[in-house]
C-alpha cells in the first residue's frame, strides 16, 4: 500500500474513533518515530504512519492494525481527558529536562541523588499513563469502539514499553543505593 494511501486511512480511523466519543481534537500527521502521542500543550493528536505498523508487529501479541490505531486513539483521548493534570506537571517535567541537560545519563547513573530525578520521572509518567488507559477504559465502555480482548492486548504491550524502562532504572537505581549503604556501613 502506498504511503499516502495508509497516511490517509489511518487518519480516518483516528478521526473516526474521536468523533464516536463526540470529542473535537484536531489530529496530524508527522514522521517522528513515535506512533501516537497527544500533544497536550496545543491540544491535539499525532501520529505517525510508518511508525504504527511497526510498534504494531512489535507486540507481544498482535491486533489488528485498525484496532490498534483505535485503541490507541481511545488511549490518546484519555490523555486529553486529563489534560489539567498534565498542564500542572509542566514545571516538574522541565525540572527532569534541565536536569537531564546538565547530567548526561552516564553521569546519572553513578549518582544516585541524580539517578533519583529519573526514578521520579517514571513514576510520575506512569501514573499519567494509567490515567490515560483508565480514561480510555470509560470511553471504550461508553462507546464500543473495540472489543475488550484486543484492548487489554494493547493495554498491555503499552504498558509493557513503561514498565520495562522504569525496571531496567530501577535495578540502576537500587544497586546505587546499595553502593551507597555499603560506603556509609564502612
Known amino acids: 500500500m502506498k504511503k499516502r494511501v495508509r497516511k490517509k486511512i ?3 480511523w483516528i478521526k473516526s474513533t474521536v468523533d464516536s466519543v463526540h470529542m473535537d481534537m484536531e489530529v496530524i500527521h508527522r514522521n517522528t518515530g513515535i506512533n501516537m502521542c497527544y500533544q497536550f500543550i496545543k491540544n491535539y493528536l499525532l501520529f505517525d504512519s510508518d511508525r504504527l505498523p511497526i ?14 490505531i483505535k485503541t490507541l486513539t481511545l488511549h ?3 490523555h486529553s481527558l486529563d489534560r489539567d493534570a498534565l498542564l500542572a506537571s509542566l514545571p516538574k517535567a522541565l525540572e527532569f529536562f534541565r536536569m537531564k541537560r546538565k547530567s548526561p545519563i552516564k553521569d546519572r547513573k553513578l549518582n544516585l541523588e541524580l539517578f533519583k530525578l529519573d526514578i521520579d520521572e517514571h513514576e510520575m509518567n506512569y501514573v499519567f499513563e494509567e490515567t490515560a488507559w483508565e480514561n480510555a477504559e470509560k470511553l471504550n465502555r461508553l462507546y464500543n469502539i473495540v472489543d475488550w480482548v484486543d484492548f ?3 493495554k498491555f504491550n503499552s504498558l509493557l514499553t513503561y ?6 532504572d530501577l535495578l540502576i537505581y537500587q544497586r546505587l543505593a546499595a553502593e551507597a549503604d555499603k560506603q556509609i556501613a564502612v
Open 10 to 12: 489511518m487518519k480516518k
Open 55 to 68: 510498534a504494531r508487529r512489535e507486540m507481544y501479541n498482535m491486533v489488528d492494525l485498525e484496532v490498534y
Open 76 to 78: 490518546e483521548l484519555g
Open 152 to 154: 487489554e492486548k494493547v
Open 163 to 168: 514498565t520495562a524502562c522504569y525496571n531496567r
